[in-house]
């Protein structure tokens, strides 16, 4: 009966001490990881720099459609709209897949990576194009992740 009442108070006390942690969990990009970003850019170049370009550029006129009707790869430096999705979406988005995170039958040229990459590698790369952008845009993404979290 005391051990489960101590028990209990031990509870109380560690709400407050795991908010902030379970918190920063939510941003799974780690931008200043050296390691993760040198093994990001290892990825990026294997996986995504022939469409999303070795500078991350994009591809030409990446705002209009193709001839298929498909879009274009969008940059992934701060001309694009990557930085405007928190964490969790570019994750969603690089692992399932830009359809089947859209749904509605929607047709992307990008498929998803669950099975040629880890999740790991994926946040790795993830972070690696994070990495690239200027530091207040940087700023305004972590702001972003916290406003969705
Ligand atoms: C075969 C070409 C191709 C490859 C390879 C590719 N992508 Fe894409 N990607 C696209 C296209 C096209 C889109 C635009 C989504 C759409 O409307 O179809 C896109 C969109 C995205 C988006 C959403 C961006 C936004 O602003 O909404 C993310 C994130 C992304 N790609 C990450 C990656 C990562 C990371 C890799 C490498 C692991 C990768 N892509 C490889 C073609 C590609």
Redesign the pocket.
């Known amino acids: 009966m005391q051990k489960s009442s101590i028990w209990l108070a031990g509870m109380f006390l560690a709400v407050p001490l795991m908010a902030p942690i379970s918190l920063s969990a939510q941003s799974l990009l780690r931008p200043g990881d050296k390691d993760v970003v040198v093994r990001g850019a290892e990825?990026?170049a294997q996986?995504?720099a022939?469409?999303?370009g070795k500078n991350l550029e994009g591809?030409p006129n990446w705002r209009s459609r193709l001839p298929t009707g498909?879009?274009?790869?969008?940059p992934?430096d701060e001309s694009?709209?990557?930085w405007?999705?928190n964490d969790r979406l570019?994750f969603r988005?690089?692992k399932e897949g830009?359809?089947a995170v859209?749904g509605n039958n929607?047709?992307?040229?990008?498929?998803g990576?669950a099975e040629?990459?880890s999740d790991r590698d994926?946040i790795a790369?993830?972070s690696y194009?994070k990495s690239r952008w200027p530091s207040h845009v940087r700023a305004r993404h972590d702001r972003i992740n916290e406003a969705q979290r």
């Open positions: 990825i990026y996986q995504c022939s469409c999303h591809q498909r879009m274009p790869a969008p992934h694009g709209h990557t405007h999705h570019l988005l690089t830009p359809a859209i929607y047709q992307s040229d990008m498929k990576y040629t990459l994926i790369v993830l194009i």
